[in-house]
């Protein structure tokens, strides 16, 4: 008993136990246990926890379907929506559908005819209509074809004559002549002999586009203007003239110089021209005499300096010489031999005690205190005035004397002057009176404008009067005196505005020099001082506008600015400046000082400023200022510019716009140039595509490089019999890996010229003329190394007869220069052949490699026939190409293989118009660039291939494995399909074929049931258990809980709201939600806080168990007691048992029972 008394109570305490974890795992381990974690829905769908098992809700089928598991979508082209037979497209998991229509059809469903003008098919403003077959163009005047697509060729019938191009536009046409004639169409001949060609007498014979002279004895020339000259070899020396004369010349010497060809220096100080102890100094040309300190000036120091001359009065007094001396007479306030005392009005202090003395003289008071005028003059400087302080301007308020308030109304009228009551103060500057963008200042009584320069005035309404230099190209100048302090600094600015591209702007001297110059070189502001190295600027400032220029004179330096920007500085000797100076702006009295820095200014100079004082060329107002003293030559007031129209510069009919000193010319079509000179035939596409087209005297060329692959390959040229210049060199270039080739060959015996070839070194060789040798020049450096060389041949003295010849190679990389003479290659301009590419004389091959356009004299060797060039070329001097064998293009103008275009290790090839690649093993294409694709056979069965060099890789699909991602994997192994269902095998998954009345991912749940009422003709199907009633003829679904919609497909989202609390996840069930929450929250919406909790609930449960416990162990003892009671009375006999239920036993209530005996 005892066993089984152990047995219970090891049970009870094991099921006690259990319950205590089940109680803790729910207080402290809540977690989500839902079916839906599984994800057991496919295709997208959503899946909702029901109150017995979840269902899925399709992402692209109507709520209907979703007992269907999401496996089946309707197809929306299957009820044929597109009309006319058209083609419908849909995408899977798409309910929507697109129609592809047939021509003559659109709209959604291919319901709308289109009408065949509708796209406006017609071109170039035709008017569309429809006809039977498509819509019928009416064309408008120039075009023609079907829908007015061409431009109708008004040039097909050959209006223009002559040779001339004629160029198609819309209705109309033009025509560009050839040189010789004019006229519409070109029918009219110039005659060219009009202006009088023919000079020294000759008689002009009119040719067409072209005259020629016939010369009388003793000229040549295509003009007739040469005479045979003896002078050509330059026999006068040291800049004499030669003069030509019949079978000689005579040398007309230069000053300084004498002899036969001038070849003796005259010395000049022979006969002592200079005076007064003046110092010659003898010159190539000439001498010159240094006057310094004899008291003297002039060209041979003969005339006495005036003491004036030097400048010695101050204050801007005027010096008068005498025969021996000088007087200063000084303007009234300034005293002393030299004007250099100021006298001093304040030194009796004349003014009150509370004003300031300020005298007329002291120039630096003026524009700064009201009793003084805005600028000064010596004409005024006499005197003082007494420059009072102001009264108080403004608001007080508070004003307390000894504890009394004051006030205007308590105040004497004779302690109080225009003191009124309020504070008004008016906003001066509200209505914007300063003009040109003046910047304003409110005062309280007025407003004060500081202007931009150039503007002046009280309002920036006026501006400081330009000057005009050089007007008409005259040469002008303009002088002002400028007396400033000795070795004071000096800041001088002006506007400058000029086209031209030099010209003297200013210059600044004292009596002595011109220590300072300013001056435009190259339309860049320079300036020169003495004794110092020119500081030239950055920027141009010849374009037409105005900049301003600013320039700083210290002691020891001097600024330069333009335009505001800091130019740089130069630095000079002290400059020991006397107090009078003289500035120069534009030019100089003298003409040949002026052109020591350029030219005479052409232009106009605004608003300039010494010190901040302007130095007005014609004064904005009568007022006057310390610069009065100027001078004008020929500047004329304004900025007006020269009309440079009056001469009509624009040719070919262009018309003339004149500018500020420019004029712009608006050229016909196809004409260019500033003054529309030239022809643009480039422009007409005359060359063929592979050629470049290159303008060249009175026409053009097609320029392109040939490319020759050895036998057969030469072409030939001569002249067209009217090349009249003088043929003195020949450029090409060429590449090639031949060592032995003859590039060029002409010749007429005994005269022949050959560019070639030899042992890797370009040779040229040449006999010309009357000369029985043979020039030869020949490269240092090799050419046969497959890259471009560009060569020039050319006579040293183009001019001459006879003249040694130059060549150079790759810009003077390589060059040589013969040591004896011979002709040009005037040979070529009559009946010679010239020969390119030809085959050396020990060799059947020619030139294997590439040359460019051969040029000789300005005249180019095309490769193209005059019937391969689109458009005639007018030009009048040419080479014609005259063998029958073209001529192929296209070589390439660098090395093929010298940007290296092989990729991974390939080798090039250069073949001269292109190259060919090596390709090492693993690579192919043109460049090598592509790795051979091992995944080209596609061997990865389901999968993705990955190629690699030499191998490849497959990423397998999901579902599938391998090497070539061949073998399926068996999805259905270990399937999880419920109630009877049948596993398919997918792809990566499977899924499962449930029984009829079973539904869900794995067949888990049962369908929910439907009603469906009404009659064949008209029926409702309510689901998820709603109520299908007929009320009245209208059918409707009563909903249960939790559902709604029309037909209760719908299952309402009870977390719509978000009722979970901190951080819950909502579980959307039938009519109820669900919250999942977080490990530190529980509750039905997450409320509770399990951190704050977890304590008291442990103890709390902790207490349960115990007292649980107890109770049990009070159970066990009663049990025991019973037990043992029991067993007492158990046997055959029992004492206990006779002791209980014997008649003794009925007595005790009632009789005291004797001491109990038992047996043992």
Known sequence: MNMAHSRINSLLIFY?????????????????????????????????AGHREDTCRCADVPPDTMEELCNKTSDPCSSNPCLQNATCLSSPGNLSFTCECPAGYNGTTCERAVSMCDTNPCEHGGTCQNGVAGPICLCSAGYTGTLCEMDFDECISEPCHNGAVCRDGVDEYSCYCVPGYQGKHCDLEVNECVSDPCLNGATCLNQIGKYDCICPFGYTGANCELEIDECLSQPCLNGATCRDAPGGFSCSCAAGFQG???????????????????????????????????????????????????????????????????????????????????????????????????????????????????????????????????????????IEIDLNVITPENASPESSLNVKTGCTKKDWCENHPCQNRGRCTNLWLSYHCDCYRPYTGPRCSAEYIPGRFGSEDSSGY?????????????????????????????????STSIYIRVYLEGGKLTV??????????????????????????????????????????????????????????????????????????????????????????????????SFINRTLINVTQGCMGDNLCKSNPCHNGGVCYSLWDDFTCTCPPNTAGKACEEVKWCELGPCPHEAQCQLVHQGFEC???????????????????????????????????????????????????????????????????????????????????????????????????????????DNKKDTATSTTATGSLNFLREETDIYVADKAF????????????????????????????????????????????????????????????????????????????????????????????????????????????????????????????????????????????????????????????????????????????????RNLTCFNYGNCTDLSGELACVCLPGFAGERCEKDIDECSSDPCLNGGLCQNLLNKFHCLCDVNYAGDRCEIDLTTDL??????????????????????????????????????????????????????????????????
């Open 16 to 48: 006690l136990s259990f319950l205590l974890l089940i109680h803790l795992k729910k207080s402290l381990c809540m977690r989500n246990d839902s079916r839906c974690l599984s994800n057991s829905c496919q295709k997208n769908s959503t899946c909702a």
């Open 260 to 398: 036969y060809r001038c070849q003796h220096d005259v010395d000049e100080c022979a006969s002592l021209p200079c005076r007064h102890g003046g110092r010659c100094h003898d010159r190539a040309a000439g001498y010159s005499c240094n006057c310094t300190g004899t008291g003297f000036m002039g060209q041979h120091c003969e005339t006495l300096i005036p003491l004036c001359w030097s400048q010695p009065c101050y204050n801007n007094a005027t010096c008068e010489d005498s025969a021996d001396s000088y007087t200063c007479h000084c303007w009234p306030g300034y005293t002393g031999a030299r004007c250099e005392t100021d006298i001093s009005e304040c030194s009796s202090n004349p003014c009150p005690a509370e004003a300031q003395c300020v005298e007329r003289s002291w120039a630096r008071w003026y524009g700064s205190i009201p009793a003084l005028p805005s600028h000064f003059s010596y004409d005024k400087a006499e005197g003082y005035v007494c420059s009072c302080k102001p009264g108080f301007t403004g608001c007080l308020q508070d």
């Open 478 to 510: 303009a002088a002002f005196s400028v007396d400033a302090t000795q070795n004071e600094n000096l800041n001088i600015s002006m506007f400058v505005r000029t086209r031209k591209s030099s010209g003297l702007l200013l210059t600044l001297r004292n």
């Open 528 to 625: 020169l001082a003495l004794n110092s190295i020119k500081l030239l600027g950055k920027h141009s400032m010849n374009d037409g506008n105005f900049y301003l220029i600013m320039l700083k004179i210290e002691p020891n330096k001097i600024e330069l600015f333009q335009s505001s920007q800091y130019l740089g500085f130069i630095s000079t000797p002290v400059l020991s400046t006397q107090r009078k100076k003289i500035l120069y702006i534009g030019g100089l009295p003298d003409n040949r000082e002026t052109n020591r820095t350029g030219r005479y200014f052409k232009g106009c100079i605004q608003d300039v400023r010494v010190n901040n004082q302007p130095l007005e060329f014609f004064p904005v107002t009568n007022s006057q200022n």
């Open 703 to 809: 320029l392109a490089n040939a490319v020759f692959s050895g036998r057969s390959s030469a072409i030939f040229y001569r002249s067209n019999g009217k090349i009249s210049r003088d043929l003195t060199n020949i450029i090409f270039g060429f590449r090639t890996r031949d060592t032995d080739v003859i590039l060029l060959y002409a010749e007429k015996e005994p005269e022949f010229v050959t560019i070639s070839i030899h042992n890797s070194k370009l040779l040229f060789q040449l006999q010309s003329g009357n000369s029985f040798y043979k020039l030869t020049l020949a490269s240092s450096l090799p050419v046969s190394d497959g890259k471009w060389h560009q060569v020039m041949v050319s006579m040293v003295e183009p001019l001459s007869q006879f003249s040694r010849w130059h060549i150079d190679i």
């Open 842 to 1017: 020990d060799s059947l091959d020619g030139l294997r490699g590439c040359m460019s356009t051969i040029e000789i004299s300005g005249i180019y060797l095309s490769y193209f026939e005059n019937a391969a060039v689109h458009t005639k070329k007018p030009q009048e001097e040419q080479f014609l190409k005259i063998s029958a064998n073209p001529a192929l293009t296209g070589c390439l103008q660098v090395d093929a293989c010298s940007s290296d275009p092989c990729m991974h290790e390939g080798i090039c090839e250069d073949f001269f118009t292109s190259y060919r690649c090596v390709c090492a093993q693993g690579w192919t294409g043109t460049h090598c660039e592509t790795n051979i694709d091992e995944c080209f056979s596609n061997p990865c069965v389901h999968g993705n291939c990955t190629d690699r060099i030499a191998s490849y890789e497959c990423i397998c699909e999901p579902g599938y494995t391998g090497l070539n991602c061949e073998e399926d994997i068996d999805n259905c192994h270990g399937h999880q399909c419920a109630n009877g269902a049948t596993c398919i095998d997918g792809v990566n998954g499977y899924s499962c074929l449930c029984a009829s009345n079973f539904t869900g991912k794995l067949c888990r749940y049962r369908k929910l049931p439907h009603t469906v009422c009404g009659n064949e003709d």
């Open 1095 to 1160: 304590i008291s609930n442990v103890f709390t449960s902790i207490g349960s168990v115990m007292l649980a416990l107890l109770l049990i162990l009070f159970l066990a003892v009663v049990v025991s007691v019973i037990a043992a009671n029991k067993r007492a009375t158990q046997g055959t006999y029992s004492p206990s048992r006779q002791e209980k239920e014997g008649s003794r036993v009925e007595m005790w209530n009632m009789v005291q029972p004797p001491p109990m005996e038992r047996l043992i």
